[in-house]
């Protein structure tokens, strides 16, 4: 059936915004050939990318107009689109960027990833494919299957690929990846200090954790409590989250503190102020 509707990611925002945040992506894709943002914007950057590269292969009228409607500064990146990035996919069918995921953002812990340009000087699979190799080498071992195919399809479409990879390859030889003493001792302190700051992180959220999971059983007897707040055995129907019941239960006299202390709800800032003080 032709002229399907095409599903796509609204991210939360309207549609013109929603635009404006994809054309700033791109465009800060093709000025750093590497940004890194939440995976469901990337996603969603890419398939413009994609569009945006293939414009530039076309290069008629029609298309740096396009091209120029997409780009928040046309005028400064409008020559590196259509030429560097023109010339470098000149003989690649398809598949221009490239999305990694990455951990997690400290403060929301959204899931993250990195958008890149594949065969860019920042392209970080062929640097890790490198660093592979030079490992592999350094130990005196065989290459296992998928560092064959992830060398084979880095230098592919990459002119002077070979040249440009063996060139890697010796330069990250000169880490001394295979030194077992050298990387322990690099990195034991930082898994050390992440896996402390992930034990703290888990202490606090368990009991939020132990009180959501919580099922009908673990409410019983409470309804005389909670004003008939719809819990098992109040007389109630209904959920927690049911907002006729909620203004039910403040009409009723009873406070929130009073509910909180009915169920079992930690409060973590009293506990956080008394760990403070102590």
Request: proline share 4%.
């Amino acid at each position: 059936m032709a002229g399907g509707l095409v599903k796509y990611r609204h991210l939360n925002r309207t549609s013109a915004h929603r635009k404006a945040l994809l054309r700033n992506l791109v465009t800060s894709l093709v000025k750093e050939e590497s940004i890194h943002t939440t995976w469901h914007k990337a996603k969603e950057a890419q398939r413009l990318a994609e569009k945006l590269i293939t414009l530039a292969k076309r290069d008629n009228e029609e298309t740096r107009r396009k091209a120029q409607a997409i780009l928040f500064t046309p005028h400064l990146l409008m020559p590196k689109l259509f030429g560097t990035l023109r010339d470098r996919y000149a003989d690649r069918p398809g598949g221009y960027t490239r999305v990694l995921r990455t951990e997690a953002k400290k403060d929301d812990q959204a899931q993250s990833a990195i958008l890149e340009l594949v065969d860019s000087p920042k392209d970080l699979r062929f640097a890790l494919t490198a660093a592979a190799v030079a490992r592999d080498r350094d130990l005196g071992r065989s290459h296992n299957p998928v560092t064959e195919r992830n060398w084979a399809k880095a230098i592919r479409y990459r002119k002077e690929g070979e040249d440009e990879f063996e060139a890697m390859v010796a330069k990250t030889r000169k880490m001394h990846l295979a030194d077992p003493g050298v990387e322990l001792a690099d990195i034991e302190p930082v898994i050390v200090r992440r896996q402390k700051r992930t034990d703290e992180k888990l202490k606090k959220a368990k009991p939020l954790h132990d009180y959501w999971n919580r099922g009908p059983r673990d409410f019983e007897g409470l309804g005389s409590d909670t004003g008939n707040f719809g819990i098992a055995g109040g007389g109630g129907s209904g959920s927690l989250g049911d907002e006729s019941r909620r203004n039910r239960f403040k009409s009723s006299g009873n406070s929130g503190k009073a509910l909180s202390d009915a169920l079992g709800v930690p409060n973590l800032r009293k506990k956080s102020k008394q760990a403070e003080a102590e």
